[in-house]
């Protein structure tokens, strides 16, 4: 990794060198909330004046962009007496990420361990991965955020450059070969020892601002424990069973496929459209049987997709701690209250 600096002004002529070629996605500014609070969005931006770098949370990931609600997986077209299928996923062009907080980086991390695993590659997912330049950013921690207890608040790859605050400046984190030639259209620098020091003091006041935490020591064992844990009816009852929580989620990947004939017979396409776990019929099979009909038990099973299978496979929590699913959801159930509930502590 490269370390650079660059003056704040410069910043607009980076943006608008890369928007002048690329669709460029960053974070903007979609309306107000009941309180009057600025509710941020992740857009195609083309001015740099638009973006809004001092975003807190989007309420929606940049999931849409490359793991989108809908998407057609092919399409088939009788030809004569013959079938004839239609598969096309390198259509998509490369696309900027202006302004990532470190927490969606991560996310993008992990779904690379399932969607571009060697094992069942998603080439939909790969091929609009592999167009991606990201420019990370640094943040602030809001009261629901809870990245630094699952390790998602600070990022060391799957960006190509990323930027944080230390006053007039930027520090730059300098990953991928695109970045450091990019960054020659640009007047940066080497950082000196202020420099060094100024990060090193700017994170650690970040760091100081984190209030909401989980507490993950042995949590993939303790949750094996407490499987038949009443706790899960508990928080089961209060669920409404909405599937917000992933929609939200910049982790959540779980799909089903669908294929649908033209009514002239001669025209079909299969489709895979994003699913919820928490939703009732998201176990159900053919034949009708619903392996998971209860709330509890399908609310359950989110818990030990993130914080056990996952743990088991990767090492690693599939949760960022993003806290956007605690914020969206409309019985306020949230993470930390689940997990401490599960070890016992008081909520
Ligand atoms: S958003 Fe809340 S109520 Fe809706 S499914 Fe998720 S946990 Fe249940
Ligand atoms: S489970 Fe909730 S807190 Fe964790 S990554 Fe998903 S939306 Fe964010």
Known sequence: MLFRVLHKDELSTLFDQLARANTTVGPTESGTDQKGNPIYAFEPVSDFADLRLNYTTTKLPAKRYFLPYQEDLASFRMEGEDWHKNVDYNIYKPCV??????????????????????????????????????????????????????????VTHGFDLFLTDIGDRYFLEVLSATAYNVLKTVKTSEPEEKDHVQYMK???ERNRKFTAHIDTSDLAKILDMEFQ????KEWGDKCLGCGTCANVCPTCYCYGVEETVNVDLRGARKSKTLYSCNVID??????????RPERSTRLKYRYYHKHRGFVEAFEESLCVGCGR??????????VPEVIASVRGEEQ
């Open 325 to 334: 699913c605690g914020e969206a959801c409309l019985a306020g159930i949230t």
């Open 97 to 154: 990420f202006f302004g990532l907080h470190a927490c969606d980086i991560n996310a993008l991390n992990k779904l690379d361990k399932v969607l571009m695993s060697t094992v069942y590659p998603m080439p939909y997912y790969a091929a609009k991965r592999m167009n991606m330049f990201i420019i990370g950013i640094d943040c602030q921690p809001q009261p629901f955020c809870f990245c630094r207890s699952v390790a998602s608040d600070s």
């Open 229 to 232: 844990s009443p706790v899960w």
């Open 202 to 204: 700017v994170t650690a």
């Open 282 to 291: 998201f176990a159900e099979v053919a034949g009708g049987h619903n392996f």
